[in-house]
């Protein structure tokens, strides 16, 4: 695997590659990001992943100066995993000068997630755009698990016609259905054991949806409510359209449950497809 950190450099490296897939990660790599790069071995001759823990898409007091930065183990399963490129630029080399010039998003990207994390959708968006302006990727593999991300991405692509093809990653999950994130190590012991509880409840929603219950207000509610009792501080379980990420209405029938909540100190965020609802 080859380590490259300026843009001329990566630019130059891949004038010469017929096709490629790119991964974009923060680093701190789980089996979750892994697959990923496994599913981008399968979509071109040339595997890029990224690494770069991006300041704009952090908002004031959040986790950017100790988000976990293990780099050499990253290195060790990038390798493992068939990467044939890593891109690992400074944030002098992707942010020479201030950022001024930003992706305005669509509303939906200031619900959700994006009401809490005012401006979190924009920074992603910007450098997610800049990485693809680098790589020129023919592919792109995200994860299922940022599932806004995810649709905000694909809105972008499209509507700035941009060449790349976003490729979709299935959420990799604990023995225990928690929802690999890097964010877990943050977790202690008896939170660690309380975390899957986020995803028992996003279950119990769907698997009353796909038996055609549509109070969804109340199965939001009753979830909060649960996760609320045992301590967790809850900023959302929704349901919404898997499609659009609208709010459902009766009739909708591609369906999908979010969530985010805080343990301690530690914001877990998760989701589950309801698939096509039974009636």
């Known amino acids: 695997m080859e380590i490259i950190e300026s843009i001329e450099a990566l630019r ?37 992943a990224s690494i770069f823990v991006n300041r704009l898409q952090f908002g004031e007091g959040e986790d950017f100066d100790r988000y976990p930065r293990t780099f050499e183990e990253d290195c060790r399963k990038l390798v493992e995993a068939g990467t044939d490129i890593l891109f690992a630029p400074t944030e002098r080399e992707l942010y ?5 010039f930003t992706v305005d998003l669509p509303p939906v990207a200031k619900e959700l997630c994006g009401a809490h994390r005012p401006g979190h959708f924009s920074g992603m968006a910007t450098v997610v755009l800049k990485l693809f302006n680098i790589v020129n990727p023919h592919h792109a593999v995200f994860g299922k698990k940022d599932y806004q991300q995810l649709h905000l991405v694909k809105g972008m692509v499209s509507q700035f016609n941009l060449s790349v093809k976003i490729a979709e990653g299935d959420t990799i999950r604990e023995e225990d259905g928690l929802a690999m994130s890097s964010r877990n190590r943050y977790l202690s012991p008896d939170e660690r054991a309380q975390a899957p509880r986020l995803y ?11 038996c055609g219950n549509r ?16 301590g967790w501080m809850v900023d959302y379980v929704e349901i919404r359209d898997a499609l659009s990420l609208a709010k459902p209405c009766a009739n909708s029938s591609r ?16 989701n589950l497809e309801a698939g096509i609802a039974q009636w």
Do not use: W, Y
């Open 200 to 210: 028992f409840n996003l279950e119990k929603i769907a698997s009353e949806l796909r």
């Open 255 to 270: 369906l999908v449950v979010l969530g985010a909540a805080r343990l301690g100190k530690t914001r877990l965020i998760d």
């Open 96 to 100: 020479p000068e201030p950022q001024q």
């Open 215 to 230: 109070d969804f207000s109340v199965l939001e509610k009753l979830a909060g409510k649960d996760l609320e009792a045992r």
């Open 12 to 48: 130059e490296r891949l004038s010469g590659e017929s096709s490629r897939a790119l991964v974009p990660t923060m680093g701190n790599l789980h089996a979750g990001h892994l697959a990923l790069v496994r599913k981008a071995g399968n979509l071109a001759s040339c595997t890029v």
